[in-house]
């Protein structure tokens, strides 16, 4: 074994060091509907959760987020909140879309559309 282990190049061991470091689990992967997204933001982001802990979590999670004031969301109006998206998939992709809503800097609600899109 000892034999195997030393024939194997440095590049190998580079490519599979970084392949495995790089396959991370995201929390919000795998939900195709909104109350389970919602559920698990809530989970991870409970309220009162500052709001710039929130941003870093959400753009881990691949979300790509923007400041709202005084915004609408749906039949919602004069919100401030974090509005996040992310898009999954390849030809069709399921859009995310989230408002991490907050009074001050703490989360107080997360609410959460998410839709089909593509050709």
Do not use: K
């Amino acid at each position: 074994m000892n034999a195997f282990l030393a024939r194997i190049s440095p590049i190998a061991l580079t490519f599979v060091a970084f392949s495995v470091s790089s396959c991370e689990t995201r929390t919000t992967s795998g939900f195709s509907d909104a109350d389970t997204m919602t559920r698990a933001l809530q989970s991870a982001l409970p309220i009162g959760t500052n709001l710039p802990i929130a941003r870093t979590f959400m753009e881990r999670e691949g979300f790509r987020c923007t400041p709202q004031t005084d915004a609408r969301w749906l039949d919602r109006t004069h919100l401030d909140y974090l509005y996040c998206e992310r898009s999954d998939g390849s030809i069709v992709q399921r859009r995310w879309q989230v408002a991490i809503v907050h009074v001050g800097n703490g989360v107080s609600e997360i609410l959460v559309t998410t839709g089909l899109v593509g050709p």
